[in-house]
């Protein structure tokens, strides 16, 4: 069954839409984000209960700010911490103890996902890939990418490290949207997370959760998961993106609420 047309850009997830790490890696990564941030003001000084005390402090608030719509990237954690504990911490040292836990980490692609790209890509539409990136720096990501062969099958990249923005705000959908000349009425996002459904529809674009790769990830709260609209479509299997892509569609629009903002605003960009 050939895919519709229409929308002319699909946006889509990373994190447990495309791609999954291994439990065992993302503890890997989880105590290399600590311990980067941790030993460096041990090393300064600080007895480390308060160390791992300001670093946890830190954290907190840059997925606080993140959860307002705002990018929160290495450097801008660095400044934070700075101001809880005084210390100064070159961000080039946590990038690069969390980079290199990242570079080893085993990673797996979703069932199918690599076929479905390709089968949306033949039909016609773009693609733009919109993801948050909050504990790791951009390179091995991007590196990442490529070795599993998502980089070469997106139009764009939008991951928040690199920009001003981050998802549930509706700017990292704008800008993806327009940047690929299309507007948000012309689009459609896929991702696993609330922030991706609520920043979606922020930014006027229907989305369809998808649901294949929640195993390997830690539950959302009750809270975060009430902000999905109840008659917002899933999609467990990338296989079935050609059979059910018009049920999707027509189900994602009619759960999207309606258009109350205006693609490109003063806050789009980066």
């Known amino acids: 069954m050939s895919i519709q047309r229409e929308p002319r850009v699909v946006t889509i997830d990373l994190w447990h839409t495309l791609v999954a790490a291994d439990p065992a890696s993302r503890d890997r990564v989880e105590r290399a984000r600590q311990s980067a941030w941790v030993e460096p003001l041990v090393e300064a000084g600080l007895p480390r209960d308060r160390a791992e005390e300001d670093v946890h402090t830190m954290r907190k608030a840059a997925e606080r700010i993140q959860g307002t719509g705002?990018?929160?990237?290495?450097p801008a954690q660095a400044t934070l911490l700075r101001a809880v504990s005084g210390i100064r911490v070159p961000p080039e040292r946590p990038a690069a103890t969390i980079g290199a836990a990242v570079r080893a980490s085993r990673i797996r692609?979703?069932?199918?996902?690599l076929e479905a790209l390709d089968r949306l890509r033949s039909e016609g539409h773009r693609l733009a890939l919109v993801s948050n990136i909050l504990a790791e720096p951009p390179g091995p990501m991007h590196e990442m990418l490529a070795?599993?062969?998502?980089?070469?099958?997106?139009?764009?990249?939008?991951?928040?490290?690199?920009?001003?923005?981050?998802?549930?705000?509706?700017?990292?959908?704008?800008?993806?949207?327009?940047?690929?000349?299309?507007?948000?009425?012309?689009?459609v996002h896929i991702g696993d997370h609330s922030d991706d459904i609520v920043g979606a529809h922020a930014a006027g674009l229907p989305a369809v959760r998808f649901t294949g790769l929640l195993g390997n990830y830690p539950a959302e709260s009750p809270a975060n998961r009430a902000r999905i609209p109840r008659l917002v479509p899933e999609l467990s299997r990338w296989e079935d993106v050609g059979r059910q892509w018009a049920v999707l569609l027509g189900a994602a629009r009619r759960a999207a609420p309606k258009a109350r903002s205006r693609p490109g605003g003063r806050n789009a960009g980066r």
Do not use: N, T
């Open 109 to 113: 692609r979703a069932p199918g996902v």
């Open 147 to 187: 070795a599993h062969g998502l980089a070469r099958r997106f139009d764009s990249v939008y991951l928040s490290c690199e920009h001003r923005f981050a998802k549930p705000g509706r700017e990292p959908f704008l800008v993806a949207v327009a940047g690929l000349g299309a507007s948000p009425r012309e689009a």
């Open 70 to 74: 705002r990018s929160v990237p290495i």
